[in-house]
């Protein structure tokens, strides 16, 4: 019998006249999801930290495809700042001039293990830019989203979910920060915003799936860049060999973002030893990741920390879903 053929990036379908959002695309699996989106024919809005990277790596993408890009195909910079609730804020407000429907927004940006930092509005670094920038984000453009085609949410997480836990009583790290801890917090985070997003999304009726993504152990920037020396030796040194490349760990990515069969809730993970790397899988979350009252004590407190409402009920409550994405105490 024929082995089944492992799902690449060769496999994406047609994306001409599809609209993506994907944070982070100046550098790693960002780079590489837009890249084959690109090649697909869609409509790629890059949301970058820092615009000259970002049009860099749009020109690099632009001259380094094989035909350059597909027909239909186009390439936007935009800026945004996922530690700063202002910048998500104005790139929303930006987009939405612009764009009257987004069919899948990819929550792909991250940072590793910083010293401890805190955001524009006093959060701390990690927590701000990986969870609490997404949720507002993601919420802030909900409704162009369910104007979308097959509209998708991608929230990109990682393994290191599973060794995380929310310090609801110290989420600044003021009473003691240890890099690594917070990382594994912020990931846990996404994982339980993904999930807790297709249960209310669900509930509500709404056309949006909620997906999550980890792409297993990647020789990206968040990784070999990472901002101590110890850091940099076990991740990028070390552990190097056990790394596949950007394009490999984006696939599970792009599968939950393109592939017509996934459903909303699914978790999609390398299908290698340890989930560390190989072809785009169904995964499980932990099951930390999948409780209930967690689930709903984040959602609520990060709907006050961000003035970011969704309108969408908690799950087993009625109630008729509102705006969505509005910004109000």
Not at 107 to 127: C, K, R, V
Not at 238 to 262: D, F, I, N
Request: charge should be positive.
């Amino acid at each position: 019998m024929t082995e089944p053929q492992k799902w690449t990036a060769e496999h994406v379908p047609d994306q001409t006249g599809r609209v993506f959002v994907v944070t982070g695309a100046n550098s790693g699996l960002g780079l590489a999801t837009t890249r084959a989106l690109a090649r697909r024919g869609a409509t790629v809005v890059l949301a970058v930290r820092d615009e000259e990277k970002g049009r860099r790596a749009a020109r690099e993408l632009t001259a380094r495809l094989p035909a350059g890009l597909q027909p239909g195909a186009r390439l936007e910079v935009r800026r945004l700042d996922l530690a700063d609730l202002d910048s998500v804020r104005a790139f929303a407000h930006e987009l939405r001039r612009d764009h009257p429907r987004l069919d899948v927004l990819v929550n792909n940006a991250g940072i590793m293990a910083p010293p401890h930092t805190l955001s524009a509005q006093g959060h701390e670094l990690q927590f701000a830019a990986h969870h609490l920038g997404h949720f507002a984000l993601t919420g802030l453009l909900l409704d162009l989203l369910a104007a979308g085609h097959d509209p998708r949410v991608v929230t990109v997480t990682s393994i290191n979910h599973r060794r995380g836990r929310i310090r609801f009583d110290d989420l600044d790290g003021s009473r003691g920060y240890r890099p690594m801890a917070f990382y594994n917090q912020s990931k846990l985070a996404n994982a339980v915003f993904g999930r807790e997003l297709h249960l209310r999304l669900t509930e509500a009726g709404s056309p949006v799936r909620s997906l999550l993504a980890h792409p297993g152990y990647s020789a990206t920037n968040i990784v070999t860049g990472a901002p101590t020396p110890l850091h940099r030796l076990l991740f990028g040194v070390l552990a190097r060999p056990l790394a596949q490349s950007p394009e490999r760990g984006a696939l599970p990515q792009l599968y939950a973002a393109t592939h017509p069969g996934v459903r909303s809730g699914e978790f999609i993970g390398p299908d290698g030893p340890g989930e560390l790397r190989g072809a785009p899988t169904r995964v499980e979350l932990a099951p930390a990741a999948a409780d209930v009252a967690t689930g709903r004590r984040l959602w609520e407190l990060s709907e006050g920390l961000t003035g970011v409402r969704y309108g969408l009920p908690a799950i087993g409550t009625a109630g008729t879903v509102g705006t969505a994405g509005t910004a109000g105490g």
